[in-house]
């Protein structure tokens, strides 16, 4: 609804104001507001949060319909409010309204809203805004802040299922959203450049199937990958534990909190996280001993004005340094860590590398380590679990996934190679290379990061004789690879040059002790300095 402030007629002068309400809820009668995400007199965009409603199902960021100003809000933290309600008012900066009001349909049942907001103008009949699809960023914690990096469709023009509607980069890779349904673009909510959240409408599709057919949706945990974002039927796949299915709420509560929602089992449909959730889980961690706990806030520090000592210029961390930083700090806090340093004798293995360069191509010195880390995990299982969050059941993994840490210009990456034991030393050199060259380029899904059950990390050239890797949770352990080196060493009756290679392995000391670690790189180096030992 618009009102002419102060009865001014003058256009000139005339304010106008816009109403924003609680929309349409479907067959919810009431939710709670459970944040207020900006204060009355602040400037607001098209499609920025507002507060957040809650209701048992999920929550759902109220966003704000147009550029403005907020005028005004007449509700509270912990208001229970019903359909149609006044949350406050907008003065826009111009008359580009956008009709993105409404909830989207996981507030529901997990499905797209099918209805536009009637409480704004339409030129849509009834009969097509029953059949309007709004098209929204899913429900994936690592498209928050994702990026709209092209758009492939206009207004009223014709689409299939598996169109790509557009790319969004999400710092580890692209994704391209498909329109979901066969139709026609109702609208366009999104421009090029423009940052984007969970829950952010992408487009309206007016969907010219079957009129019975509910249409297919992206649920807000589906798998996410290079091509598209894999669509699902009526019925939703159970969540992957890789991409957290959680409202924004919740995961505001467990920022506050210093919770991974990674770790935190969900209880709702289709293992969604709720507030009980993660009180729960840290109701459970609370119970571990003090060593073992991983909640809490990180340590506060007092700022420093460093410029007081001279000059200075700040950068801002990339999306993935921050995301590195975070889980790099949590896993040395929450896990006891133990490294052992070994020196391995590849004198051999690098003579028979270079002499196998003529027959099969060029093959990575990492290749023949992860072949070895493989033939060691076989005899050595506890280095390929997991330990579950009661501190008390290890998960022993039958599949051997490789984790390859790659450093890229946003930070650090680690791709998987997957069945990486099934794997010959030629096809592992070439995954190996293939997989670095595409984190640079940063053309990987989100599942080539996702399953990895024991990590490498190699410094190459720049190795250094040693250092101590953090784990990789929920991983048991860590191998760091350093610099290859020659070194004078003596025997009984000579002294020889030998090639040595440097090794550290973290590991988790709850399920690892140092017989244990220390046995699994004895298999390693028995491995590596006898390349007999490994298959072609």
């Given amino acids: 609804?618009?009102?002419?402030?102060?009865?001014?007629?003058?256009?000139?002068?005339?304010?106008?104001?816009?109403?924003?309400?609680?929309?349409?809820?479907?067959?919810?009668?009431?939710?709670?507001?459970?944040?207020?995400?900006?204060?009355?007199?602040?400037?607001?965009?098209?499609?920025?949060?507002?507060?957040?409603?809650?209701?048992?199902?999920a929550s759902v960021e109220v966003p704000s319909p147009c550029d403005g100003v907020l005028d005004s809000l007449v509700v509270g933290v912990g208001d229970v409010v019903s359909e149609g309600a006044l949350?406050?008012?907008?003065?826009?900066?111009?008359?580009?309204?956008?009709?993105?009001?409404?909830?989207?349909?996981?507030?529901?049942?997990?499905?797209?809203?099918?209805?536009?907001?009637?409480?704004?103008?339409?030129?849509?009949?009834?009969?097509?805004r029953e059949r309007i699809i709004d098209l929204r960023v899913p429900d994936n914690e690592t498209l928050n802040g994702a990026v709209v990096e092209e758009i492939f469709v206009k207004i009223d023009e014709q689409v299939k299922v598996d169109s790509v509607v557009v790319v969004l980069d999400a710092a580890t890779a692209k994704v391209e959203l498909p329109a979901g349904c066969s139709g026609r673009i109702n609208d366009l909510s999104v421009r090029k450049g423009q940052t984007v959240r969970v829950g952010d409408k992408i487009c309206s599709v007016l969907n010219q199937e079957v009129a019975s057919l509910p249409g297919l949706s992206l649920p807000p945990s589906s798998a996410i990958t290079e091509d598209a974002l894999e669509r699902t039927e009526e019925s939703f796949e159970p969540a992957r534990k890789e991409n957290v299915y959680a409202g924004p709420a919740v995961r505001r509560l467990a920022r506050e909190l210093g919770i991974d929602l990674h770790d935190v089992p969900g209880s709702g449909l289709n293992g969604r996280i709720s507030k009980e959730d993660v009180k729960l889980y840290v109701k459970s961690s609370m119970s571990l001993p003090r060593n073992q706990r991983v909640t809490g806030n990180e340590p506060e520090f007092q700022e420093v004005d460093f410029s007081k000592f001279g000059p200075v210029s700040e950068r801002s961390l990339t999306r993935i340094q921050k995301q590195v930083a975070k889980n790099m700090a949590r896993n040395w806090k929450a896990i006891p860590h133990v490294t052992q340093h070994d020196d391995i004798d590849?004198?051999?293995?690098?003579?028979?590398?270079?002499?196998?360069?003529?027959?099969?191509?060029?093959?990575?010195?990492?290749?023949?380590?992860?072949?070895?880390?493989?033939?060691?995990?076989?005899?050595?299982?506890?280095?390929?679990?997991?330990?579950?969050?009661?501190?008390?059941?290890?998960?022993?993994?039958?599949?051997?996934?490789?984790?390859?840490?790659?450093?890229?210009?946003?930070?650090?990456?680690?791709?998987?190679?997957?069945?990486?034991?099934?794997?010959?030393?030629?096809?592992?050199?070439?995954?190996?290379?293939?997989?670095?060259d595409a984190a640079r380029?940063?053309?990987?899904?989100?599942?080539?990061?996702?399953?990895?059950?024991?990590?490498?990390?190699?410094?190459?050239?720049?190795g250094g004789t040693g250092f101590s890797p953090i784990i990789n949770h929920p991983e048991i352990a860590i191998l760091g690879v350093g610099r290859t080196s020659d070194r004078l060493m003596m025997s009984e009756d000579s002294v020889r040059n030998q090639k040595i290679l440097p090794l550290s392995l973290s590991y988790d000391h709850r399920v690892i002790n140092g017989v244990y670690g220390g046995e699994f790189m004895a298999r390693i180096s028995d491995v590596l300095t006898d390349v007999r030992k490994l298959a072609i």
């Avoid at 008012?89 to 997990?110: A, H, W």
């Avoid at 380029?441 to 024991?454: A, C, H, P, V, Y």
């Fill in 1 to 57: 609804m618009f009102f002419l402030g102060n009865g001014i007629a003058s256009a000139e002068l005339a304010r106008v104001i816009l109403e924003v309400n609680i929309p349409s809820l479907g067959d919810i009668e009431q939710v709670e507001i459970v944040e207020i995400c900006v204060a009355a007199g602040t400037e607001v965009k098209v499609g920025d949060a507002l507060l957040v409603i809650e209701s048992d199902k």
């Fill in 346 to 436: 590849v004198t051999d293995l690098e003579s028979f590398r270079r002499e196998m360069e003529s027959t099969l191509g060029k093959l990575s010195a990492v290749a023949f380590v992860v072949k070895a880390v493989t033939i060691a995990l076989k005899d050595f299982p506890q280095l390929n679990a997991s330990l579950k969050n009661d501190g008390e059941t290890l998960v022993l993994k039958k599949y051997i996934h490789i984790g390859l840490a790659v450093n890229v210009n946003e930070g650090l990456l680690v791709p998987v190679i997957k069945n990486a034991d099934q794997k010959g030393l030629r096809e592992l050199s070439q995954e190996i290379s293939h997989l670095a």
């Fill in 87 to 128: 949350i406050g008012t907008v003065s826009p900066l111009d008359q580009g309204f956008s009709d993105d009001i409404g909830i989207p349909g996981e507030l529901q049942d997990g499905r797209p809203e099918n209805k536009e907001d009637l409480s704004g103008p339409s030129k849509a009949s009834q009969e097509e």
């Fill in 441 to 462: 380029k940063g053309t990987l899904s989100f599942q080539d990061f996702s399953g990895s059950s024991f990590t490498v990390s190699s410094l190459g050239k720049l």
